[in-house]
């Protein structure tokens, strides 16, 4: 049997052992030392003037003084002299000087690594983590980057009516939230004090649409093919541009996306009776046609007939006979 302990290579007391004291203070010695290890440093080439007893450290390899030759090793001052102890493989330590711990293997002490795939309940960084915020991060900035293509920063919801969204806040209070909170659609919102909240932009999921409850406000220019363009309208809904215009022989129109529609021209009314005006787009239904002449002289306009796509438009003068004279005619009405 060997007169040393397998792991800590602690003495034993052997029959008959002569002063056994010597022997059993030289073990409580050793667990002294490897007990609740924690070391001053693990960077000092060579020891302190004045080492406090008990006082321990990591030796670097290349150290010098009384601890020449032993890189690697567990060094304790037992209040006389240096001690040295050989690690073995999973021995921890702590080290104060750097908030550290260490572990011994393959043939050095490295910092101790992550549990198993890095998996953890909680993990901070330079900020204290809870139930709640499990990762918290305290710094200037947080880098996502990427490996050579995208990045994606994936935010999972349990069920529709949960929260999958960012959250910006000031002094701890909410002021902008953007994402899908209480539902799929997608949704950006702000509040002035944390408690009330208002919807700025909403898109709905199932059709893309965008919604803008507390309305607009664009100080640019607007343009593309969404402000001018075709208007459309399906369900009562638009769908196409916000103004559609044009212009042709019979005049000019203007369409606007919520069902209006105006038409204008000039033309020269006849003596002989009544001038028919094609409009040059047409209406769903007749529209209010009116006009005047535009002579100069003491004439009246009048409107005859007014269908969806045409009206009929004569002149007068005081004495009541038809004049041959120019004419302004507007209609006004609906497209859809």
């Not at 007391?13 to 007990?35: G, M, S, Y």
């Not at 909680?122 to 499990?134: C, F, H, Q, Y």
């Not at 919102?189 to 059709?207: E, I």
């Amino acid at each position: 049997m060997s007169d040393l302990s397998a792991n800590l290579s602690l003495p034993y007391l052997a029959p008959a052992q002569a002063q056994k004291h010597v022997i059993h203070n030289e073990a409580l010695l050793r667990l002294d030392a490897l007990v609740q290890l924690a070391v001053q440093s693990r960077n000092l080439s060579e020891p302190p003037a004045a080492p406090a007893p008990g006082a321990r450290y990591l030796l670097p390899a290349g150290a010098s003084g009384a601890w020449s030759g032993q890189g690697g090793a567990l060094a304790f001052w037992d209040g006389s002299a240096w001690q040295f102890l050989a690690p073995g493989p999973g021995w921890r330590a702590f080290v104060l000087d750097e908030a550290a711990a260490l572990v011994w293997q393959g043939g050095d002490w490295q910092e101790m690594p992550l549990p198993g795939r890095g998996q953890m309940l909680e993990l901070g960084v330079n900020a204290a983590p809870d139930a709640v915020n499990r990762l918290a991060v305290a710094s200037e900035a947080t880098l996502f980057s990427h490996a050579g293509a995208g990045h994606q920063l994936k935010i999972n919801k349990a069920a529709a009516e949960d929260a999958a969204s960012l959250l910006f806040q000031s002094g701890w209070s909410g002021r902008a939230e953007m994402g899908c909170a209480g539902g799929d659609d997608f949704a950006v919102k702000v509040s002035d004090d944390g408690a009330n909240w208002r919807t700025g932009l909403s898109v709905s999921a199932a059709t893309g649409v965008a919604h803008l409850p507390q309305g607009a406000r664009v100080d640019g220019a607007l343009s593309g093919s969404g402000v001018l363009g075709t208007v459309a309208q399906a369900a009562g809904e638009s769908t196409g541009a916000l103004l559609e215009q044009g212009s042709g022989a019979a005049g000019s129109y203007l369409r606007l996306a919520d069902g209006t529609q105006l038409c204008w021209h000039r033309l020269t009314s006849s003596a002989a009776g009544v001038v028919g005006w094609n409009y040059p787009a047409g209406f769903a239904a007749p529209p209010v046609v009116s006009g005047s002449c535009a002579s100069g002289a003491a004439q009246l306009l009048s409107v005859g007939a007014v269908a969806a796509g045409s009206a009929e438009i004569s002149a007068w003068d005081l004495s009541g006979a038809r004049v041959a004279t120019a004419c302004a005619v507007l209609a006004v009405g609906r497209w859809v």
